[in-house]
């Protein structure tokens, strides 16, 4: 069962700045408990995956919240890339594999969360609990050949229409079409974080921003 709080404090897509060790072998110290596991699974998260989810954020050592993504940015669920350091390391890690409408409580020691550091409410060497629950997932639009599958007017720019399009095929490709809004909601999502010149649209330099191929 999710819990939520109406304050929040930490904005956990920060936790790659936070100068975490990142382990060897995480998937060994990070654990995984599956609250709920829908009984259809068209799709499993995987490294360069879209996901939208929600997540809230507690302290082992006293159960304190430091974060929910209910009340952060007015609400809405978090969207990012899976497995390229957009969440910290522990959630890259504990949400791997993971179906559209499945619950899990991720517990992430120190080193793969924010450190001998911490963070705000977080306190150094603190040990952390998320409770996650992803709405979907989907390829990630973020190699150059999934950029030149959005760009369909080569102009090396992406439009809303264009990425919208994209979005439509890729949830259609999967049996799942959703109305308007939702697209709506996802498009506003993506240009606030990408567009960073805020010219409505998405340059390939924008775009790119893990400066790779591939993921």
Same mark, same amino acid.
């Given at each position: 069962?999710?819990?939520? !709080?109406?304050?929040?404090?930490?904005? %956990?897509?920060? /936790?790659?700045?936070?100068?975490?060790?990142?382990?060897?072998?995480?998937?060994?110290?990070?654990?995984?408990?599956?609250?709920?596991?829908?009984?259809?699974?068209?799709?499993?998260?995987?490294?360069?995956?879209? =996901?939208?989810?929600?997540?809230?954020? &507690?302290?082992?050592? $006293?159960?304190?919240? &430091?974060?929910?993504?209910?009340?952060?940015?007015? /609400?809405?669920?978090?969207?990012? %890339?899976?497995?390229?350091?957009?969440?910290?390391?522990?959630?890259?890690?504990?949400?791997? $594999?993971?179906?559209?409408?499945?619950?899990?409580? %991720?517990?992430?020691?120190?080193?793969?969360?924010?450190?001998?550091?911490?963070?705000?409410?977080?306190?150094?060497?603190?040990?952390?609990?998320?409770?996650?629950?992803?709405?979907?997932?989907?390829?990630?639009?973020?190699?150059?050949?999934?950029?030149?599958? =959005?760009?369909? #007017?080569? #102009?090396?720019?992406?439009?809303?229409?264009?990425?919208?399009?994209? !979005?439509?095929?890729?949830?259609?490709?999967? /049996?799942?079409?959703?109305?308007?809004?939702?697209?709506?909601? =996802?498009?506003?999502? *993506?240009?606030?974080?990408?567009?960073? #010149?805020? #010219?409505?649209? *998405?340059?390939?330099?924008?775009?790119? *921003?893990?400066?790779?191929?591939?993921?």
């Amino acid at each position: 069962m999710m819990r939520r !709080l109406v304050s929040c404090a930490v904005c %956990v897509f920060l /936790g790659w700045q936070l100068g975490s060790v990142w382990a060897a072998e995480p998937q060994d110290q990070v654990q995984i408990q599956v609250l709920f596991r829908p009984e259809e699974c068209s799709r499993r998260s995987k490294k360069g995956d879209l =996901i939208n989810a929600h997540y809230d954020g &507690f302290l082992e050592k $006293d159960g304190s919240q &430091f974060y929910c993504s209910r009340s952060d940015k007015q /609400g809405h669920p978090q969207w990012f %890339v899976l497995g390229v350091g957009q969440v910290i390391r522990g959630l890259d890690v504990g949400m791997m $594999d993971m179906c559209a409408g499945e619950k899990r409580k %991720v517990t992430v020691p120190s080193e793969l969360a924010f450190g001998p550091t911490g963070k705000g409410p977080v306190p150094p060497n603190a040990t952390v609990v998320f409770e996650v629950e992803v709405l979907s997932v989907s390829r990630g639009p973020r190699s150059m050949e999934a950029f030149g599958q =959005i760009d369909v #007017d080569k #102009d090396k720019s992406l439009t809303k229409a264009e990425v919208k399009e994209y !979005l439509k095929l890729e949830y259609e490709k999967g /049996g799942k079409p959703r109305d308007e809004p939702f697209y709506e909601k =996802i498009l506003a999502d *993506i240009f606030w974080k990408s567009d960073q #010149d805020r #010219d409505g649209q *998405i340059s390939a330099k924008e775009y790119n *921003i893990y400066e790779r191929d591939e993921l």
